[in-house]
């Protein structure tokens, strides 16, 4: 039987190769495939099968769906860094977000090109602020243009009810959104992609729901600003900038504003019991908004209602508790076995919205099966379910 190949694009192949500074020659080696064979990709008088196809993947450390675009996407290395970092430490994005980018800058390429066919409208409210705006009147834009009411999230039942409420609406808006875990949270909280077209916006799992949810509008925010770059919203540390400082600053004030609707926070504030605690009275408003304690806090600090050691203080006792309960959580699934099923877990990598897109595409006879497969990172034959995960009912 002969092996089925894979119908890679010549020029991206070789662009991975070139940017993962890895000659002809070592390819010939780490591949165990003749230096003709590298040639001959690269060419495009040959094409390699779907094994050697995702054998080259691992070698280059470049997503396998990245070999079938239809030319060489735009690296991630044009993105912005904008953590806050200690002095002496490395900005270099460890192996694991290193590929973890480049899967998203690839989503993002076709998720556009594929737009692009179809005739999309481009987001009017991408670039639409400058940092030189009011926030209050940015995090209204927001939340007018998702639709989101503090009555909604107030409502919410949950602190997850209210993230899945502003990821649903950033969706419906034209944000794609994905998680993933096993990143390090000083490292990285998230990251954007800003485009016209196709926006992508990463949340790391590894955080609390209500935190996810900050990062969240701060990322939209810099959407606003169509600002592409890397967050982990730090409190201690360095910017690489004063420009860069500006622009988080900018950002924080935005997500605590639409989170927190001032005129909504003010009547809550007051009318908590003064002989309370602090402490006692920003856990009654977290669980009011549905946001972390830390968020509250930090409104509390910017109106001057704390000073910045006592804000330290919260913050430090918030992460440590998230930590303990992380890992006793972390526990109980283990003992338990339990968790998220394969599908459910593809559909929170890829984002529901690109997952819907891609089976979309390949169910409208845009995109064959194949290509889908590579694109969501699944077989063929998951494809129904993973569909059904994501709200795609079974075709008749």
Same mark, same amino acid.
Request: net charge positive; hydrophobic share 35%.
């Given at each position: 039987?002969?092996?089925?190949? $894979?119908?890679?694009?010549?020029?991206?192949?070789?662009? $991975?190769?070139?940017?993962?500074? =890895? /000659?002809?020659?070592? *390819?010939?080696?780490?591949?165990?495939?003749?230096?003709?064979?590298?040639?001959?990709?690269?060419?495009?008088?040959?094409? +390699?099968?779907? $094994?050697? @196809?995702?054998?080259?993947?691992?070698?280059?450390?470049? +997503? %396998?769906?990245?070999?079938? %675009? +239809?030319? +060489?996407?735009? !690296?991630?290395?044009?993105?912005?860094?904008?953590?806050?970092?200690?002095?002496?430490?490395?900005?270099?994005? !460890?192996?694991?977000?290193?590929? %973890?980018?480049?899967? *998203?800058? $690839?989503?993002?390429?076709?998720?556009? !090109?594929?737009?692009?066919?179809?005739?999309? #409208?481009?987001? #009017?409210?991408?670039? /639409?602020?400058?940092?030189?705006?009011?926030?209050?009147?940015? @995090?209204?834009?927001?939340?007018?243009?998702?639709?989101?009411?503090?009555?909604?999230?107030? #409502?919410?039942?949950?602190?997850?009810?209210?993230?899945?409420?502003?990821?649903?609406?950033?969706?419906?808006?034209?944000?794609?959104?994905?998680?993933?875990?096993?990143?390090?949270?000083?490292?990285?909280?998230?990251?954007?992609?800003?485009?016209?077209?196709?926006?992508? =916006?990463?949340?790391?799992?590894?955080?609390?729901?209500?935190?996810?949810?900050?990062?969240?509008?701060?990322?939209?925010?810099? =959407?606003?600003?169509?600002?592409?770059?890397?967050?982990?919203?730090?409190?201690?540390?360095?910017?690489?900038?004063?420009?860069?400082?500006?622009?988080?600053?900018?950002?924080?004030?935005?997500?605590?504003?639409?989170?927190?609707?001032?005129?909504?926070?003010?009547?809550?504030?007051?009318?908590?019991?003064?002989?309370?605690?602090?402490?006692?009275?920003?856990?009654?408003?977290?669980?009011?908004?549905? =946001? /972390?304690?830390?968020?509250?806090?930090?409104?509390?600090?910017?109106?001057?209602?704390?000073?910045?050691?006592?804000?330290?203080?919260?913050?430090?006792?918030?992460?440590?508790?998230?930590?303990?309960?992380?890992?006793?959580?972390?526990?109980?699934?283990? %003992? *338990? &076995? &339990?968790?998220?099923?394969?599908?459910?877990?593809?559909?929170?990598?890829?984002?529901?919205?690109?997952?819907?897109?891609?089976?979309?595409?390949?169910? &409208?006879? &845009?995109?064959?099966?194949?290509?889908?497969?590579?694109?969501?990172?699944?077989?063929?034959?998951?494809?129904?379910?993973?569909?059904?995960?994501?709200?795609?009912?079974?075709? /008749?």
């Amino acid at each position: 039987m002969s092996k089925v190949e $894979a119908l890679i694009t010549p020029s991206v192949i070789k662009w $991975a190769r070139v940017t993962a500074k =890895i /000659s002809i020659e070592e *390819a010939s080696k780490k591949l165990k495939r003749p230096i003709e064979d590298i040639v001959a990709w690269e060419t495009g008088t040959k094409k +390699p099968s779907i $094994a050697q @196809a995702r054998k080259a993947s691992e070698v280059y450390k470049r +997503p %396998l769906a990245v070999f079938y %675009l +239809p030319e +060489p996407p735009q !690296d991630f290395d044009t993105l912005k860094d904008f953590r806050r970092l200690p002095r002496n430490e490395s900005r270099e994005y !460890d192996s694991i977000l290193t590929f %973890l980018m480049r899967n *998203a800058v $690839a989503h993002q390429e076709w998720t556009i !090109d594929f737009l692009r066919n179809e005739g999309t #409208s481009e987001l #009017s409210y991408v670039g /639409s602020s400058s940092i030189y705006d009011d926030p209050t009147v940015v @995090a209204e834009n927001i939340l007018k243009v998702l639709e989101i009411t503090p009555d909604n999230q107030c #409502s919410c039942r949950t602190r997850d009810d209210a993230l899945r409420l502003w990821i649903l609406a950033a969706e419906k808006s034209g944000v794609f959104i994905f998680r993933e875990g096993n990143i390090d949270l000083q490292k990285c909280r998230g990251f954007v992609l800003s485009d016209k077209l196709a926006p992508f =916006i990463f949340l790391n799992s590894e955080d609390a729901k209500a935190a996810q949810l900050f990062t969240l509008v701060h990322e939209l925010c810099h =959407i606003w600003l169509d600002q592409s770059g890397i967050s982990n919203i730090e409190e201690y540390g360095r910017y690489p900038s004063d420009e860069v400082s500006a622009i988080e600053q900018f950002c924080n004030r935005v997500a605590s504003e639409a989170l927190l609707h001032r005129q909504y926070f003010n009547v809550v504030w007051s009318k908590l019991d003064k002989a309370k605690s602090i402490e006692d009275r920003i856990e009654k408003t977290s669980k009011v908004f549905k =946001i /972390s304690e830390e968020t509250i806090a930090r409104r509390l600090l910017d109106d001057n209602v704390i000073g910045n050691q006592k804000y330290q203080e919260l913050r430090d006792y918030y992460q440590a508790r998230w930590l303990e309960f992380k890992e006793k959580e972390r526990k109980r699934l283990k %003992l *338990a &076995g &339990g968790g998220p099923t394969f599908y459910t877990t593809k559909a929170f990598n890829n984002g529901y919205s690109y997952t819907q897109t891609v089976i979309g595409a390949f169910n &409208g006879g &845009g995109l064959s099966g194949r290509d889908a497969s590579m694109l969501l990172g699944v077989k063929v034959n998951h494809l129904a379910k993973l569909a059904l995960t994501v709200g795609i009912p079974r075709s /008749s």
